[in-house]
């Protein structure tokens, strides 16, 4: 899979992830995070972003949300941070 593909994928799972968190529908937000994690992680392995730091710091911001039970901010920071950052990166 290219990482155009991958990203697409990457960004239809978070899609949904923050589509059950905006509606509260916690039984299916701790299903599809955790896919999206298990995604996103290969994903930087794969392109070699485990060393980057704004996406280090923007997860190490949505831990500690999730942590707070802040689940609307987890959501705000996959959208509008995490997903437009790596897209940008991709697109480079």
Do not use: C
Request: charged share 20%; no cysteine; hydrophobic share 45%.
């Amino acid at each position: 899979m290219d990482n155009t593909e991958a990203l697409a994928t990457i960004a239809s799972i978070s899609t949904q992830t923050i589509k059950y968190i905006r509606r509260g529908e916690t039984a299916n937000v701790g299903e599809t995070l955790t896919f999206f994690i298990e995604h996103f992680s290969t994903f930087m392995e794969e392109y070699q972003l485990t060393k980057n730091t704004n996406i280090i710091n923007m997860l190490a911001v949505m831990l500690k949300a999730q942590e707070k039970n802040d689940m609307l901010f987890v959501a705000d920071i996959l959208q509008y941070e995490l997903i437009p950052y790596v897209k940008k990166l991709v697109a480079k």
